[in-house]
């Protein structure tokens, strides 16, 4: 059964806006990563955070996690068209991945 | 796509038939991974290895098998397809030291 369950499912928006998806998860996860998919290909890894953190930053991507709420959400500023693909989070309990179905973004030119 | 291939890209196989999918990496990774991807479901991992000859069961294993006889590469085996196995299989790689994983491109398989 999947671990991460992302919201939206799907998700468009206008370049320059920021785009938040979110993700909620049911058991204790040492880590909880995102990871990018474009159409065809492999997933490519975006960040990690780790369940004592809060919040983290790369770029223009902002991550937080709540694990009293079992929950995490990216933010992506500033969205490109570039930045069109799905977003899946994936947790990390002992080497035990599982990942959600993930947010289907689009960014309008 | 971090020292990572698979082989073949695309298979159409016919029910029943025997199909061995190969993932092949240059990294020198310990852990080893097999994912389906099917829509509405994300990814789901078939199985897994920790190093050569060391494998686990994933999630979804039936109807799925496994080797791991060298470091870099890490088969899987449907011995019998069924037209419920028709999905895109993706391998990843996670070193020991981290625990982002590295996928491959995937490998589109086809059961009629």
């Known amino acids: 059964s999947q671990q991460g369950e992302e919201d939206p499912q799907a998700l468009s928006i206008q370049e320059g806006e920021n785009a938040t998806m979110n993700c909620s998860y049911k058991t204790s996860i040492n880590n909880l990563q995102w990871y990018r998919q474009n159409s065809g290909r492999g997933l490519v890894h975006l960040i990690l955070i780790r369940s004592n953190e809060r919040e983290k930053h790369s770029g223009r991507l902002r991550v937080t996690l709540d694990t009293s709420k079992k929950s995490s959400s990216l933010l992506i500023t500033a969205s490109r068209a570039a930045d069109t693909a799905s977003y899946f989070c994936a947790t990390d309990s002992n080497n035990d991945m599982r990942f959600g179905a993930g947010t289907r973004l689009t960014v309008k030119p | 796509d971090a020292g990572i291939t698979q082989s073949p890209r695309h298979k159409v196989t016919e029910t029943g038939t025997p199909v061995t999918l190969r993932c092949h990496q240059t990294?020198?990774?310990?852990?080893m991974y097999w994912y389906r991807q099917d829509p509405g479901h994300g990814l789901r991992l078939i199985h897994y290895?920790?190093?050569?000859?060391?494998?686990d069961k994933g999630e979804v294993s039936d109807g799925y098998s496994v080797s791991r006889s060298k470091t870099e590469d890490f088969l899987l085996t449907l011995e019998s397809a069924t037209s419920s196995q028709t999905s895109v299989y993706f391998c990843a790689i996670k070193g020991q030291d981290y625990y982002e994983q590295y996928f491959g491109p995937g490998t589109r398989l086809t059961v009629t």
């Open positions: 290895s920790y190093g050569v000859k060391d494998t």
């Open positions: 990294e020198n990774h310990r852990y």
